[in-house]
């Protein structure tokens, strides 16, 4: 999908974090953005930064741990800017913590928001894309890629949202929909990791929240299968960690991810 002009993105997570980022970008390549998060504010902000650059873009307050109510935010969104031909499944949520402190209510919580959520958008959208075509951004984690103590359910809903990703773009071969996934590292100044004010492992480091952003919009015009946002020598490593899990463990270890991961779930008692 080389040519954006004229298209309508549906974004969710638009109020804060890499979300408006993303929004910005794809809207400077003349994309229609229907913002959806559940902070007004956040999506106003957003709203008004893309317009005073000259772009379109419509806000919608939703909370999508209302799985089924989605199809309603479909409907509303289509109402405001026409078919939706791009959807970025950008919306998450962390919560680090012991995994035996952790309650039912945020368990189900993240897998909702994570996984449950974007599966269901794209569930609801696909048919149109199959007709007239399209595109979904999956934003994932390379939490996904490597699980995370203290943050396990987190890396177990990137995980599910990667191999999902997967399998879909298999079964998406051949028709005019494709599909990507983004897995950034430890994102500075904007998300999650930023609103966390704790350092990066040195051997890791951060990347921008731009970065994700452009991420974004390469695998959309180029057809990327997947992209790993990360400074670090994250690839091979990765590798090797699928071939030896335990050493896998130790090299996240010598990176300091799990004291790092402590500390959060420390902060967070």
């Not at 030896?244 to 967070?268: H, M, Q, Y």
Request: hydrophobic share 40%; glycine share 12%; charged share 20%.
């Amino acid at each position: 999908m080389e040519n954006l002009s004229g298209k309508v993105a549906l974004v969710t997570g638009n109020s804060q974090g890499i979300g408006p980022y993303i929004s910005r970008t794809l809207a400077r390549e003349g994309v229609t953005i229907v913002g959806v998060a559940r902070t007004e504010e956040g999506l106003n902000r957003t709203k008004e930064e893309i317009e005073s650059e000259g772009g379109i873009c419509h806000s919608i307050s939703f909370d999508l741990m209302q799985i089924d109510r989605l199809s309603e935010l479909v409907g509303q969104a289509q109402s405001l800017a026409g078919d939706i031909d791009i959807l970025v499944n950008n919306a998450g949520i962390e919560i680090y913590n012991y995994y035996q402190n952790n309650g039912a209510e945020e368990l189900s919580s993240i897998l909702k928001i994570n996984l449950h959520a974007p599966m269901e958008l794209t569930r609801l959208l696909l048919p149109a894309m199959l007709d007239r075509g399209g595109y979904i951004v999956n934003l994932a984690s390379l939490a996904g890629k490597k699980g995370m103590g203290y943050n396990s359910i987190y890396s177990a809903s990137k995980a599910g949202m990667i191999m999902w990703t997967d399998g879909l773009r298999q079964e998406l071969r051949g028709t005019k929909v494709g599909i990507s996934v983004i897995c950034p590292g430890y994102i500075d100044t904007a998300g999650m990791f930023a609103g966390s004010h704790v350092k990066a492992p040195l051997l890791l480091g951060t990347s921008s929240p731009q970065d994700v952003a452009d991420a974004v919009l390469k695998a959309i015009q180029q057809g990327k299968a997947e992209i790993i946002v990360n400074k670090g020598p994250i690839k091979p490593l990765l590798a090797i960690g699928q071939i030896t899990p335990r050493f896998g463990d130790t090299v996240v270890r010598w990176f300091g991810v799990p004291k790092l991961s402590r500390k959060r779930a420390e902060g967070n008692r």
